[in-house]
């Protein structure tokens, strides 16, 4: 398996999930359940796929901007999550906000699937993609 494949896996759970809660509603027991496996998917991936995919893009001129840009969409999916911690999820407001996560989660994994696998794809060996693979799965299963 190579690191695409592993982000690939992971993010089709992270898709799963968010599907799942928007289709919950009011503050359930299963809008709470899938919100906690969203929120530790999605930390503990971007925390792995940021040391195991973006750091070593960030020392390659070709990819250093898609490696920050990245890295800076983390950081407005972690504002996403904080808005949901301290919004009520019996309010409206709450299922409007997590619809506008789940537009930037997805809108993010699309663009690492289409444009930044393709520039990594060229910039990385065999060797590294396989070797970023078994690290970034290894931190993953911490």
């Known amino acids: 398996m190579d690191i695409f494949a592993a982000l690939s896996s992971d993010h089709e759970k992270q898709r799963l999930i968010m599907k799942a809660l928007v289709d919950t509603t009011g503050d359930s027991a299963s809008r709470r359940d899938f919100f906690v496996d969203l929120k530790h998917q999605l930390?503990?991936?971007s925390i792995a796929e940021e040391r195991h995919f973006y750091?070593?893009?960030m020392k390659l001129d070709s990819t250093i901007e898609l490696a920050r840009h990245a890295i800076a969409e983390h950081h407005d999916i972690d504002e996403f999550i904080a808005k949901l911690?301290?919004?009520?999820m019996d309010s409206p407001v709450w299922l409007k906000t997590m619809k506008a996560l789940q537009h930037k989660?997805?809108?993010?994994l699309a663009e690492e699937?289409?444009?930044?696998f393709q520039q990594a794809g060229k910039n990385l060996?065999?060797?590294q993609k396989t070797e970023l693979a078994v690290q970034y799965q290894a931190e993953m299963s911490n």
Request: hydrophobic share 30%.
């Open 105 to 108: 989660v997805l809108h993010h």
């Open 55 to 57: 750091m070593p893009l």
């Open 43 to 45: 930390k503990q991936h």
């Open 113 to 116: 699937e289409r444009e930044f």
């Open 125 to 127: 060996s065999a060797s």
């Open 85 to 88: 911690e301290t919004t009520d």
